[in-house]
């Protein structure tokens, strides 16, 4: 599962990466996302075939669902069901997205009291997270755009402190993804491998929505150890 990510780097910095042509959003930096907030995502305009860097609102809100209050409980999104169940199935056909991390948090459910993790990429880049996109029209005419992570299997290490994880994209698979190349988008849903992540303990009040400064992603020194775990604390 995917509950908590965090994007802090520079949103010019995020969007170069990324290979967006279009504007860059307006977005403050944040160390602790969490659910029915907004964050960028990446999109593909499908007329210009430019990427565009968009805020839009964790949490999946259909086109057919009567109000958006369902939004809540639909930020992950499962692979072995994005092709056929209705909530994703046409999201999953037409607006495939990116979701920029710089890293995800996870809880390892030991003995007492749950202890986050943060995971990150090694090489210290972004990371892709698979995403699915959608719009919502209200009653008064104005859209709501909302996004939803897919999920899969966890392998490695991952497992020990989750048995799901975001689809972790790599850049050659970008461009399938985000449909301006043909292909099976499918195929691309499996983990990342488990050397490419490094994982380290994290204050505990990362648990709290309304915790967010740079001090959440320091080396917790009082976390118990987790066996089968390498710390990598940076």
Known sequence: MCGRYFLQ????????????????????????????????????????????????????????AKDAKGGARLINARADGVATKPSFREAFRRRRCLVPMDGFFEWHA??????????????????????????????????????????????G????LHHRMPVLLERPDWPLWLSEEEGDAEALLRPLDDGKLRFWPVDPRVGRVGENDAALLEPWADAPPVAGLMDDRP
Not at 44 to 60: F, K
Not at 157 to 160: D, E, I, K, N, Y
């Open 110 to 155: 030991g003995e007492g009291r749950k202890q986050p993790y943060a995971v990150a990429l090694r090489n210290g880049s972004p990371m892709a997270a698979a995403g699915l996109w959608e719009g919502w029209k209200a009653e008064d005419g104005s859209w709501l755009r909302t996004y939803s992570v897919v999920t899969t299997d966890s392998a």
């Open 9 to 64: 780097r520079p949103n010019a910095e995020t969007a170069q990466y990324f290979e967006v042509t279009a504007g860059v959003p307006n977005w403050p930096p944040s160390f602790n996302i969490a659910p029915t907030q907004s964050a960028p995502v990446v999109r593909r305009n499908p007329e210009t075939g430019a990427r565009h860097l968009d805020v839009l609102q964790w949490g999946l809100v259909p086109s057919w």
């Open 157 to 160: 290490r991952q497992a020990l």
